[in-house]
């Protein structure tokens, strides 16, 4: 098996477990931080809050590792574009994960404070546990900010590239850039309470999307017309190296 035929199989996997870990972080942690006894909640259930924090990770690890792989086979193809999803997604977009579990991590021994203190001091740490969730949704929304510009040069990468078919790029254009003012923008202003049908329209496409690219990646990797072509692009001509050689013998 070659490079790029494993690289695809590694890209698509991760892709599929980055995917299944984010939505089992939301199952786990919903029913907890949408009650409005929400400490006494994290206290009853620490292994829980715990684990829907690993699964952000685990989200956040396996998404980051995407772009590094293909940094090799994209650089080929734009490396400009290359570069700035391995600035985006491997870089940034890692970065409002671990603030994203470490608000839910600290949200377990402020609940056991609140448990344990008195009337008087209740209404202080449901104001920190509060400020805490707001940090992890904050942690969220950047999230829904970083991640759609670093796919968009993805896929424009992908799209140029023709590494996949192209009606698989364009559906992910469609997609991020339908995630990106559903859930980013309209974040950042404050429309958080969107009815439940918005909200599938703006995530499900590139959920969807980014479902059908794993397979397809794991099924039939990078198209080997695309391969040969960024590898054409990367080494020099016997031209070139004959022009290099005279100019330097020169």
């Not at 995917?19 to 292994?47: K, M, Q, W, Y």
């Not at 994960?97 to 839910?104: E, L, P, T």
Request: aromatic residues 8%; contains cysteine.
């Amino acid at each position: 098996m070659n490079t790029s035929r494993m690289t695809a199989i590694l890209v698509g996997t991760l892709f599929i477990i980055g995917t299944v870990a984010g939505i089992l972080s939301v199952v786990v942690t919903a029913p907890i931080s949408e009650a409005p006894d929400f400490l006494t909640r994290v206290a009853a259930n620490e292994d829980r809050v715990a684990l829907g924090a690993l699964l952000v990770l685990i989200m956040g690890f396996a998404l980051a590792l995407v772009p590094v792989l293909m940094f090799p086979i994209a650089k080929r193809h734009n490396e400009t574009l290359a570069l700035g999803y391995v600035v985006f997604r491997g870089g940034l977009e890692t970065v409002t994960y671990f603030g994203w579990a470490i608000s839910w991590l600290l949200l377990v021994p402020l609940s056991q404070a609140y448990v344990q203190a008195g009337a008087s001091d209740a209404s202080n740490i449901q104001a920190l546990g509060a400020l805490l969730l707001k940090a992890g949704a904050t942690s969220g929304m950047l999230t829904a900010i970083v991640f759609p510009l670093g796919a968009l040069m993805f896929y424009a990468l992908l799209y140029q590239s023709k590494l996949i078919p192209r009606w698989i790029s364009v559906w992910g254009v469609i997609g991020v850039t339908l995630h990106l003012a559903g859930t980013g923008l309209a974040g950042m202003f404050g429309l958080t309470d969107l009815p439940m049908i918005v909200q599938l329209v703006v995530v499900l496409p590139i959920l969807i999307q980014e479902m059908v690219m794993a397979v397809w990646l794991i099924a039939k990797g990078f198209c080997p017309s695309a391969i040969v072509s960024g590898s054409a692009k990367a080494e020099p001509s016997d031209a070139q190296m004959s022009a290099a050689t005279l100019s330097t013998t020169g």
